[in-house]
């Protein structure tokens, strides 16, 4: 199609989130936070008490989980809404992003998958972020980021979320965390963390998030 697409690919720590969404807010764009719907099936998949060894019960709890995004119109903040349950804070912690990362490892839920992703491309056009953007699910994107920062710098950033919503946590324990996931995202036999030959590279390492939104807004011409 000719609805366009900026897919904004990286691992997990490095202010994709919320880059792409001020980007898509700045472009009127829709917006994919694909990482979501990873988390939303590790989270239905804990409801129902599913192993998370048990591929093909995952695979069923995939086409089972219904999720939807639903904008505040106030804060015009994104609720996730899974199987009719408002699950936005429960998707955001450590527990959901690892069984999001062990979900995403079976072929088969990614493929469950693609189409959701998919059908978000519609005009005027999408910002999409996660993992594979680039490379699998909108290949044909005709803007393309790879965003990074250091290790240590992803590790602060979750630090100081984390604690400013009072959680208790070790710099270490995140770091190591972080790296963990980082391995298994980037060492997984279907669609590993890589950049598209075609994406644009951006170090985050010591940028605010107005200085990367104005970099990857530069990429898409004016419009
Ligand atoms: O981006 P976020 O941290 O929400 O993603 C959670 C997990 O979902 C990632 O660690 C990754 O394993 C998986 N994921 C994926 N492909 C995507 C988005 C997320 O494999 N496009």
């Known amino acids: 199609t000719n609805i366009p697409v900026l897919t904004i690919d990286g691992p997990s720590g490095s202010g994709k989130g919320t880059v792409s969404r001020l980007v898509a807010q700045k472009l009127g764009w829709h917006y994919l936070d694909s990482g979501a719907l990873y988390r939303a099936v590790g989270v239905a998949a804990g409801w ?3 192993d998370l060894a048990d591929p093909s019960a995952l ?3 995939t086409f089972d989980t219904a999720i939807e995004f639903i ?27 690892a069984a999001a990362s062990a979900i995403a490892a079976i072929p088969e839920v990614r493929a469950a998958l693609k189409d959701r992703q998919r059908a978000f491309r519609r005009p005027p056009g999408l910002v999409a972020d996660g993992r594979d ?8 994107a005709s803007f393309k ?38 391995a298994r995202d980037a060492n997984r036999a279907v669609a590993p963390l890589r ?19 104005q970099r990857v807004l530069a990429i898409v011409p004016a419009r």
């Open 48 to 50: 129902g008490d599913i």
């Open 59 to 61: 695979v069923r709890c």
């Open 71 to 97: 904008e505040d119109p106030e804060t015009r903040e994104l609720r996730v809404v899974v199987n009719g349950v408002d699950a936005t804070d429960e998707l955001r912690t450590e527990t959901a992003g």
């Open 133 to 140: 953007m680039g490379t699998v699910i909108f290949p044909d």
């Open 145 to 182: 980021v790879f965003l990074t920062a250091s290790a240590d710098e992803r590790a602060e950033r979750r630090y100081k979320q984390l604690k400013d919503k009072g959680v208790s946590v070790t710099f270490d324990g995140l770091l190591r965390e972080i790296l963990a996931r980082d």
């Open 195 to 213: 950049p598209a030959d075609d994406a644009v590279h951006i170090d985050t390492t010591g940028q605010g998030i107005d200085e990367v939104v």
